[in-house]
């Protein structure tokens, strides 16, 4: 099956900091990319659709200025926290796949987010 | 909000059949159905899909109710490794809460 990677696959920053995660998807083209972000025994929280070339779709209630999406090419998204915070900490996790009718998506293994 | 529903959590003896049911009442004519597992702190895995039709894969089956208003995830021999939580995801990629499956030795 398709490969998708995300670096780095943990991350410990202090408050104020900037962190960038980025998301490849390694052996296919990915028309589009999905970040979502997952708090401790809690559901995937889809945060933002990422369409390459164009700007990212986000989520009533998360900030397009404080979680930043670029999707650049058909194998790469990065998500930059700004100035991160300790509530930020989470699992980022992002999805990558083509469009079409199946609309098959392929997911990375994540990345650990901690912020002191 | 998802636009998808299943049972919290379910409980399986390793070796016998597993039944996961979901809701997608609101799923168009044309939506695939996409079911994932996650283990923890990893990403999510690949299941099955399907339109209409039952599909088979070397993981589960899919049963597909006529109406398309539900389907359930058939694993047909459960192991110990098939313990995670298990989505059936709506077709704009938004995750419920899942079914968290156990299997027992």
């Known amino acids: 099956g398709a490969v998708v990677s995300q670096h780095p696959s943990w991350v410990i920053c202090k408050s104020g900091t900037s962190v960038k995660i980025e998301c490849r998807s390694l052996?296919?083209?990915?028309?589009?990319m999905f970040w979502y972000r997952q708090f401790p025994k809690q559901s995937l929280m889809l945060m933002a659709t990422?369409?390459?070339?164009?700007?990212?779709?986000?989520e009533q209630g998360v900030e397009k200025d404080k979680f930043l999406i670029n999707h650049a090419s058909l194998t790469l998204s990065t998500l930059t926290v700004t100035s991160a915070h300790p509530e930020d900490s989470s699992f980022y996790i992002c999805?990558?796949?083509?469009?079409?009718?199946?609309?098959?998506?392929?997911f990375g293994p994540g990345t650990r987010l901690t912020v002191l | 909000d998802a636009k998808t529903t299943q049972p919290n959590s379910m409980e399986s003896n390793e070796e016998e059949p597993v039944h996961l049911p979901c809701n997608h009442s609101?799923?168009?004519?044309?939506?695939?159905i996409h079911w994932y597992r996650q283990l923890p702190s990893q990403g999510p895995e690949y299941v099955i899909h399907?339109?209409?039709s039952n599909v088979n894969n070397r993981m589960a089956s899919l049963a597909i109710a006529e109406d398309r208003k539900s389907s359930t995830l058939i694993l047909h021999r459960a192991t110990l490794r098939d313990a995670a939580v298990y989505y059936c995801?709506?077709?704009?990629?938004?995750f419920g809460a899942g079914t968290r499956l156990t299997v027992k030795p």
């Open positions: 999805s990558a796949g083509t469009s079409g009718r199946v609309n098959e998506q392929f």
């Open positions: 052996d296919f083209q990915a028309t589009t």
């Open positions: 990422s369409n390459e070339g164009s700007k990212a779709t986000y």
């Open positions: 609101t799923i168009s004519g044309t939506d695939y």
């Open positions: 399907g339109l209409t």
């Open positions: 995801i709506d077709p704009d990629m938004r």
